[in-house]
Structure formats: structure tokens, C-alpha cells
């Protein structure tokens, strides 16, 4: 598969995923209160009429609902033209206006605006699901171009290392690519899959003897939709490139980015996620080194 056809490929495929989220309030809201100025370690009124690029936005526009909260003007873009109207609607469900955020088709690898045209641009979880690292410079190239001498530039990449990202989920993905019930399956994944295997997990359990202490409801709200959405995320799309702390820092400072500063934060989760959510934040424990190598690749710099 050629760079174009990966790159539309998983742009087709994140936006069924996003219209799926973009009517998911518990999905919206938890990644829209990631999203709070002193995360970046800037004033409350920072965002303030602040020119905010939103690059790959997204269906569910989540990131550019949030900083349009906060009082940026925010500009969203992603490929095509069929993610503008769920975006639309998606920050009209949030309360905002339908001109409030403005949504325009582009290609992160090159972008239509001016030189240092925002103070602030944003790129989140799009980098890594590029066709290769060829792709990933020039994409980086161009977030800095627009980037404003002084404004900043937040992106993230993903989990380095761990035995999750290196072992578990490549070859998570390889069985998705050659085995089709496994593709099926993940394909149309939803709640009632699980609801549907732990009662007949619970059935067969009491018919034997063996007793449940917790109840379906509890079960289901564990492998929620947020989950099952999730699960594809982590597989469906057909690149997902290794990036590392050393990899990203030289995007940085090769596009004249100031000290980068990594991120980290506690992402408070509904689901059964939930429990693995301390681990993922307290990356120097000994499991969590096992299970997230050294966690999430978040980053801000200033140009």
C-alpha cells in the first residue's frame, strides 16, 4: 500500500471510529478534562484569542471543542471533507455555535496556511499513524512552519516500550491483519459482545458450582463503549509507528523548539481501564516499567 492510500485508509477508518465517540458523552467529556491550562503550565486566561491550529481533528473534534472552551479561536483540519459535518455537529452538541470553530479539509505533511500563522498548534495521536518516518519529519516540518516565534507547539505520540506497545499489541495487530473472526469481530465490537460473553461465562460458572460476586450491570460498565472503540484504535489502523523520547526530541529542537517539556498526567477513567490508569501515570513503579515501557509521549515546546 502506497503513503496516499495508508494515509486515506486510516483516515477512513478513524472516522467510523470518531462517529462512534462523537456520541459517546463519557468518552467526549474524559478526554476534554485532559485538557486544562495548568497541564501545560500556562495562566488560566492563557488560550485567551490565542490562534489555535487543531491538526487532525477528527470527527469528534474533542480537542478543538475543549480549547475553544477556553477561549482560543481554533481552526480544526483533517483530510477530506467528510468529517466536517460530525465535527459540526459534535461541538454543537457540546453548546458551542456552529461558526465558532473553524473545520477545513488538509494534509498535516502540508499544510495551507502562512508561516508562523498560530500561537498555539496541537497534534495529537496523528504522527505515529503515518505512512513511515519520512512522513513524520516532514509532517513535524510543517506543524513548525505555522508555529509562531514564541507560540507553542503540544504533540503526542503514543507509549514507548513496555510490554504492551513492543509485544502484546504487534502482535495483537498481526493476528487482526491474517485471521478474519478476529477481524470481525473487532470490526463491529460493541458493549453487548462482552455483556453477551459474561453471561454465558456466569451461566456456565453457577450451572458448576461457582458462584459471581459481581453483578452484569458492574461487568458492563467495565467494557464500556469507550472500550470497545479503544480495542480498534489500538488495531485497526494500518500503521502505527514506534516513535521515542530521543526521536521526538530531535523533531524539536531540528524545527528551533526551546527545552520540550514532557507531559504526564492522571487520566481518570470510567471503564476497567480505571485500574490500570495508576500504573500508566506512575511509570517508574516496576510493573508499570514492565507493562508501559517509560508511558506516554506527550510534549510542549516554545518556539
Same mark, same amino acid.
Do not use: W
Given at each position: 500500500?502506497?503513503?496516499?492510500?495508508?494515509?486515506?485508509?486510516? #483516515?477512513?477508518?478513524?472516522? &467510523?471510529?470518531?462517529?462512534?465517540?462523537?456520541?459517546?458523552?463519557?468518552?467526549?467529556?474524559?478526554?476534554?478534562?485532559?485538557?486544562?491550562?495548568?497541564?501545560?503550565? !500556562?495562566?488560566?486566561?492563557?488560550?485567551?484569542?490565542?490562534?489555535?491550529?487543531?491538526?487532525?481533528? $477528527?470527527?469528534? +473534534?474533542?480537542?478543538?471543542?475543549?480549547?475553544?472552551?477556553?477561549?482560543?479561536? !481554533?481552526?480544526? %483540519?483533517?483530510?477530506? /471533507?467528510?468529517?466536517?459535518?460530525?465535527? =459540526?455537529?459534535?461541538?454543537?452538541?457540546?453548546?458551542?455555535? /456552529?461558526?465558532?470553530?473553524?473545520?477545513?479539509?488538509?494534509? %498535516?505533511?502540508?499544510?495551507?496556511?502562512?508561516?508562523?500563522?498560530?500561537?498555539?498548534?496541537?497534534?495529537?495521536? @496523528?504522527?505515529?499513524?503515518? +505512512?513511515?518516518?519520512?512522513?513524520?519529519?516532514?509532517?513535524?516540518?510543517?506543524? +513548525?512552519?505555522?508555529?509562531?516565534?514564541?507560540?507553542?507547539?503540544?504533540? @503526542?505520540?503514543?507509549?514507548?516500550?513496555?510490554?504492551?506497545?513492543?509485544?502484546?499489541?504487534?502482535?495483537?495487530?498481526?493476528?487482526?491483519? %491474517?485471521? =478474519?473472526?478476529?477481524?470481525?469481530?473487532?470490526?463491529?465490537?460493541?458493549?453487548?459482545?462482552?455483556?453477551?460473553?459474561?453471561?454465558?461465562?456466569?451461566?456456565?460458572? &453457577?450451572?458448576?458450582?461457582?458462584?459471581f460476586d459481581i453483578d452484569d450491570i458492574t461487568l458492563q460498565k467495565m467494557f464500556d463503549l469507550d472500550f470497545c472503540v479503544m480495542l480498534q484504535?489500538?488495531?485497526? +489502523?494500518?500503521?502505527?509507528?514506534? %516513535?521515542?523520547?530521543?526521536?521526538?526530541?530531535?523533531?524539536?529542537?531540528?524545527?528551533?523548539?526551546?527545552?520540550?517539556?514532557?507531559? #504526564?498526567?492522571?487520566?481518570?477513567?470510567?471503564?476497567?481501564?480505571?485500574?490500570?490508569?495508576?500504573?500508566?501515570?506512575?511509570?517508574?513503579?516496576?510493573?508499570?516499567?514492565?507493562?508501559? $515501557?517509560? $508511558?506516554?509521549?506527550?510534549?510542549?515546546?516554545?518556539?
Amino acid at each position: 500500500m502506497n503513503e496516499k492510500l495508508i494515509n486515506e485508509k486510516t #483516515r477512513e477508518i478513524y472516522h &467510523e471510529q470518531h462517529k462512534r465517540g462523537a456520541g459517546n458523552q463519557i468518552a467526549m467529556d474524559r478526554f476534554m478534562s485532559m485538557i486544562e491550562p495548568d497541564y501545560f503550565g !500556562v495562566d488560566r486566561n492563557f488560550f485567551s484569542n490565542k490562534k489555535l491550529l487543531d491538526a487532525g481533528c $477528527g470527527d469528534t +473534534a474533542k480537542l478543538s471543542i475543549k480549547f475553544t472552551y477556553l477561549g482560543a479561536k !481554533v481552526t480544526g %483540519v483533517d483530510l477530506g /471533507e467528510d468529517f466536517i459535518p460530525i465535527a =459540526k455537529e459534535s461541538a454543537k452538541k457540546q453548546g458551542l455555535a /456552529e461558526d465558532k470553530i473553524k473545520f477545513q479539509s488538509a494534509n %498535516v505533511i502540508s499544510l495551507p496556511f502562512e508561516d508562523e500563522e498560530f500561537d498555539f498548534v496541537c497534534c495529537h495521536g @496523528v504522527l505515529l499513524h503515518l +505512512a513511515n518516518y519520512k512522513q513524520i519529519e516532514s509532517a513535524f516540518s510543517e506543524l +513548525a512552519r505555522v508555529t509562531k516565534k514564541g507560540g507553542h507547539l503540544y504533540t @503526542v505520540f503514543g507509549v514507548e516500550g513496555g510490554l504492551l506497545e513492543d509485544h502484546i499489541i504487534p502482535a495483537a495487530r498481526d493476528y487482526y491483519s %491474517v485471521n =478474519k473472526e478476529f477481524q470481525a469481530l473487532i470490526d463491529n465490537i460493541s458493549p453487548s459482545n462482552f455483556k453477551d460473553l459474561f453471561q454465558m461465562i456466569k451461566k456456565t460458572s &453457577e450451572e458448576n458450582g461457582i458462584s459471581f460476586d459481581i453483578d452484569d450491570i458492574t461487568l458492563q460498565k467495565m467494557f464500556d463503549l469507550d472500550f470497545c472503540v479503544m480495542l480498534q484504535n489500538l488495531l485497526q +489502523a494500518p500503521v502505527r509507528l514506534k %516513535v521515542s523520547k530521543s526521536d521526538i526530541l530531535g523533531y524539536y529542537y531540528r524545527n528551533k523548539f526551546q527545552t520540550p517539556k514532557r507531559l #504526564r498526567r492522571f487520566v481518570k477513567r470510567q471503564n476497567i481501564r480505571k485500574y490500570t490508569a495508576p500504573l500508566h501515570y506512575l511509570c517508574d513503579s516496576p510493573i508499570s516499567k514492565i507493562i508501559y $515501557g517509560s $508511558g506516554n509521549l506527550e510534549f510542549i515546546a516554545q518556539k
